[in-house]
């Protein structure tokens, strides 16, 4: 009986310190629970943005989407030069292509590209969280990420094309009521103008 009477009393003794230690332990824990719950709630930082914009290869989107706005632009600017100049000699036209290929360089060029990359941050950064990024690059650092990328372009295009039938239909479908609604209007507008 003395000898359970002393470990109970020894065991007494010690839970305080073992408490201690527990509770010390159970903070840290916390603390790092919550630091970790900070950061990821933070805003990530403009390296962080950039990363992903790395992974998602959006500077290289960004170029096949100026390439083909520089195109319909060169077609635009063609056809107003030959409206404005119909007689225009070869040595006028190549001065317009190279004027042309000048301000395309300038407005459209890689410095543009920056530009606008480094204003999109901000936007990035107000509606992710640091935590929201690096999901998002551990998931397209990953295998399937890394598929997911490479197969959209293929994925985008195959779609278009398998539904242009369907948003031409609607196109006609919408056209045709307009067309209706607009006659339907003007013989209304002559009824009431009749005496």
Excluded: W
């Excluded at 020894?10 to 509770?23: E, F, K, R």
């Excluded at 962080?48 to 520089?70: H, P």
């Excluded at 935590?131 to 650092?141: E, P």
């Amino acid at each position: 009986m003395r000898k359970v009477f002393g470990l109970l009393v020894a065991m007494v003794a010690m839970s305080p310190a073992v408490a201690q230690q527990s509770l010390g332990e159970i903070a840290a824990q916390n603390k790092a629970v919550v630091d970790a719950k900070k950061t990821a709630s933070s805003a990530p930082s403009s390296d962080d943005v950039m990363k992903l914009f790395g992974l998602l290869q959006i500077e290289k989107t960004m170029s096949a989407v100026i390439a083909a706005t520089k195109q319909q632009s060169v077609e635009f600017a063609e056809q107003m030069l030959h409206e404005r100049m119909p007689d225009a000699t070869d040595a006028q036209k190549k001065q317009f292509q190279t004027m042309m290929d000048e301000v395309m360089r300038i407005a459209l060029g890689p410095e543009a590209i920056r530009e606008m990359l480094q204003a999109t941050i901000p936007v990035y950064q107000r509606h992710l969280t640091k935590g929201d990024l690096d999901a998002m690059i551990a998931f397209y650092s990953s295998p399937v990420g890394q598929k997911i990328l490479h197969e959209q372009p293929a994925m985008v295009q195959e779609s278009m094309e398998a539904s242009a039938g369907i948003q031409q239909r609607i196109a006609r479908g919408m056209f045709q009521k307009i067309d209706e609604r607009v006659q339907k209007m003007m013989e209304a507008e002559k009824n009431s103008a009749k005496p």
